[in-house]
């Protein structure tokens, strides 16, 4: 077996705000962490968390994340085997998480070619609504996925389509068009665009056809094709039109607001 | 092989001041994670680190800590594979380490046993005069003492010889009695007792002569005898009278100030 690791920070004013439910923060910490493990095709193994509480933090509000961690990792079969606690100016998670699967069968981003489809695994934009806070994270279907042997890349969507779709063209070197009809969307195309924290899983496949039939097979839904992949290195295009690089940059000066709230 | 996990975070205004050197930064960060490892006689593997810094951060200075960290690394075969960059109010770092030992062979704090000898790796509570930024964890040390068969509990002393002893004694249902002569001190025994982060390791042995003369063969050195292990479940006495409890609480209400600074 290959064991494959991640971390995420999950902090306040960045990630949620000061006051959120406490339970929907242990979610979310939970969530990314096993979103990324999810993105390779693994399965969830360990978690260890890092807590940052300001002074005076009700040991209550602490429990509320941690059952709202917990409960994230039973459904999945994580478990949280350790962690620490330190006191700063703002509520803070650091949560590391490792997974299992085959070895050699990790689902990278560098896998993409040129005639691929690219297919998602759900709605994309609604993460101001909400689902930032409450999604859960794909699990069964990263695995079933990479169990296909269909998929040749693959990522979870954490950062808006189009700026994650963007990593996997550059560590792939190939190019995508997208077509904007076919993208299924909540809160419209800007925000499954730019948006982010979706954690829908964004997969290439040289065969949608098959896997569009397990797919449907096993989850009973259809696993939308929404563009392709070309052999432009690096140029996304939406609808053949070049579409512009837009991230959201922690440390830029033209920060336009805090992150999805 | 098992492989254990540990995780520790270093902010701003708890474990290192506003404006400290960089590289001592890193230093400690990596530092505290391979301790931990080193405290169970494992050999480091994998390092992950998210950092939380504020804004207007120069990349220069969170540069600075990355040669830290990696010289500590590379000096213990360590590998730093991943990471997270959030912002918020005060420079963090959020380190989680794996390690690898053979089955079964872990060095716990429960494994303390009455009439065990307790010995120390090295002089206790030079933590306020810099230590705390620039030790050196017993990495080789810890690796050697299990591989000695010899040790029956092990930890590394990070909160202060009294509050660490405790939790073996916690753990292994034992008491205590030191010898405050014994105690190898800089800056005299309340230090030692008290001071924490000096990240020697401190461990119980039933067999101190042979563990001595294997330590002194490998490293040239003495490995002081502070004390005994007794039958008075929780009970720390030092030359006989009983030691009370006094540890520094991140979130007690009567702080005396920064820890260590």
Request: glycine share 14%; charged share 20%.
């Amino acid at each position: 077996m290959d064991q494959v690791f991640t971390t995420d920070p999950v902090v306040e004013g960045v990630h949620f705000l000061h006051g959120e439910i406490p339970e929907r923060i242990g979610n979310k910490a939970v969530g990314r962490v096993l979103s990324d493990i999810a993105a390779m095709g693994a399965r969830p193994q360990w978690l260890l968390v890092n807590v940052v509480a300001a002074p005076g933090t009700e040991m209550e509000y602490l429990e509320g994340i941690y059952v709202g961690m917990s409960a994230l990792c039973s459904r999945f079969g994580a478990t949280i085997i350790g962690g620490d606690l330190s006191k700063g100016a703002q509520l803070e998670l650091h949560l590391f998480g490792t997974g299992l699967l085959p070895s050699g069968s990790a689902l990278l981003r560098s896998g993409a070619k040129a005639g691929d489809s690219v297919c998602v695994t759900g709605v994309l934009g609604g993460s101001s609504a909400g689902k930032h806070l409450d999604f859960i994270p794909r699990v069964e279907e990263g695995i079933f996925l990479r169990e296909t042997g269909l998929v040749n890349a693959m990522m979870d969507v954490s950062d808006g389509l189009a700026t994650d779709l963007r990593h996997i063209l550059a560590q792939s070197k190939v190019g995508a068009d997208l077509d904007a009809e076919a993208i299924p969307v909540v809160d419209g195309l800007n925000a499954a665009l730019y948006d982010g924290e979706d954690f829908e899983l964004l997969l290439t496949t040289s065969d949608p056809g098959s896997l569009q039939a397990q797919w449907k097979d096993r989850f009973g839904s259809g696993l939308p094709l929404i563009g392709k992949i070309t052999e432009e290195g690096g140029v996304l295009r939406l609808d053949g039109e070049v579409v512009e690089s837009k991230a959201y940059e922690h440390f830029s000066n033209h920060n336009q607001g805090e992150r999805n709230e």
